[in-house]
């Protein structure tokens, strides 16, 4: 049996990060999804408003890092429930359940400003979902001055190809 589910979209609201009696994260969020086709007679896409749920590590990662607007892409498996409401009607729900959330967008194109990604004095790097790069042995940072080309520090003069 297979469930697995990728969605992108933007959240309409803020994370709500929650805590279990004993203590475990769990985050809550929508993201509206657009479909990938128009709708003949109007021309439009239609917008998916898709629930999203997060546990643990992957709840307090969503909560720190995402807000309205951002662009998520998340990885989980679609789970349905069944529960009764108020007046004691039976209801069901469809929500993914989030096993990785990853950035959609920058963070210049999200919320129009900071830094991206966050700068170990800004609280570390985010844990999951996303990973600091590395650069390879041997390759400088480019330069402070905009320039966006570094010198090879270990060049031996011959091309790899």
């Known amino acids: 049996m297979l469930n697995k589910i990728f969605i992108m979209g933007r959240l309409t609201r803020d994370p709500e990060l929650r805590r279990t009696q ?21 021309g439009e896409r239609t917008t998916d408003f898709i629930d999203v749920v997060a546990w643990r590590q992957t ?7 995402f807000t309205k607007g951002r662009m998520a892409v998340v990885e989980g498996r679609l789970q349905i429930r069944d529960w009764t409401d108020k007046e004691g009607g039976k209801r069901r729900s469809a929500e993914v359940i989030a096993d990785n959330i990853y950035f959609g967008d920058s963070k210049r194109d999200g919320d129009g400003g900071g830094s991206y990604p966050p700068s170990p004095s800004q609280g570390g790097y985010p844990s999951g979902g996303w990973s ?24 031996d003069g011959e091309l790899p190809f």
């Open 59 to 65: 709840a307090e990662f969503v909560s720190r890092y």
């Open 22 to 42: 004993t203590g475990t994260p769990v985050a809550s969020f929508s993201l509206a999804v657009d479909r990938d086709f128009k709708d003949k007679s109007t």
């Open 132 to 155: 600091a790069p590395s650069a390879p042995s041997g390759y400088g940072a480019p330069p402070a001055d905009g320039d966006h080309f570094a010198e090879l520090t270990d060049d």
